[in-house]
């Protein structure tokens, strides 16, 4: 295997010294890039884009030839696992996505299956072998999936936006069919995660995006055990290579001890948990990933430095920081907002890094 070119970003996952903090931005490859729109109109919409690895190749790559970014990230969604499972996905622009048939009766639960993932989502397997070519051993690539959950949710609502009415009504009332379909959900992103790494993912993320919205006791019953079963699961090496595995709970800033105790590799925080508290908290046990609001890439350049330099230095001096934005890029930022954001990462993130204080 040849070594990468830039191993930054995996080395910050292990907490193994570099000589700056890394830099990706979650949703990098998206709408507020001109050329991202252009790509997606030429494939019609946006899950044909997810479809055609060509594209998503393309895609992928295009942040990274505008800035100085540590990692690509797989472009695709979290909602290729139910799509595969015939629920009837549908990205209607400007309304996010749409499921036909959203699970409802427990014979609709009972009928749900583990998709293959050579089979059923193979495309998404080829665009992670395509770009890992086209990467050329420059970054590495995060492959990702949404946490069982966070899919439950869309699975089970149908739609975004309607603040979890019917998924919490069966987890209060039926537990047994939530569980159920989490536990099909957790075999069926383990499998896909691991064909991920098979076809060269070289780290893994996975989004627990609604996990936040559970009452305490729920979130460790419903979405942590799931995690902590996939966790397990994955296949952590590869040619000899670790693969790091970032965990990534919005609103999750209060169970960060139980997050790292699944044996994680990191934690993804969004902007409402205090860093410098996050890294009390879990000490030496995981890495940090985050946390800028993504707002103040809607700023300018100045306010865009200072707020770089306040996250910073509440990390602090020392390694096992991945700088990131708190949840993903807004579409409205403009791209040169984005530029200023990784420079002022690269700029001033070395003063941290230096031996006396590392
Ligand atoms: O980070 C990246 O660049 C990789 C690509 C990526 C996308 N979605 C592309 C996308 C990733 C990692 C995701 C994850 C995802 N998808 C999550 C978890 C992360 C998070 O944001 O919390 C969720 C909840 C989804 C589901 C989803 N996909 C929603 C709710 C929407 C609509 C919301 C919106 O922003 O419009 C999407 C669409 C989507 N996924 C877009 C992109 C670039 C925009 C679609 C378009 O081009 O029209």
Known sequence: ?????????????????????????????????????????????????????????????????????????????????????????????????????????????????VPDPAEHLRYVMDAVGQIRRALDNSVPLIGFSGSPFTLACYMIEGEGGTDFAHTKKMLYQRPDLLHHILDINAQAVTAYLNAQIESGAQAIMIFDTWGGALAHDAYLEFSLAYLQRIVNQLSRERDGNTIPVILFTKGGGQWLELIAATGCDAIGLDWTTDLAAARQQVGQRVALQGNLDPAVLLTDPDTITTQVSNTLASFGHGHGHIFNLGHGISQFTPPENAAAFVEAVHRLSPAYHTEKNG
């Open 1 to 113: 295997m040849p070594t990468l070119q830039n191993d930054t970003f995996l080395r910050a996952l292990l907490r193994k010294p570099t000589d700056r903090t890394p830099v990706w931005m979650m949703r990098q490859a998206g709408r507020y890039l001109p050329e991202y729109n252009e790509t997606r109109k030429r494939a019609g919409d946006f899950l044909s884009l997810c479809k055609n690895p060509d594209l998503a190749t393309e895609v992928t790559l295009q942040p990274l030839t505008r800035f100085r970014l540590d990692a690509a990230i797989l472009f695709s969604d979290i909602l290729t696992i139910p799509d595969a499972m015939g629920l009837g996905l549908t990205f209607v622009a400007g309304e996010g996505p749409k499921f036909e048939r959203p699970l409802r009766q427990e014979w609709e639960i009972r009928n749900l299956f």
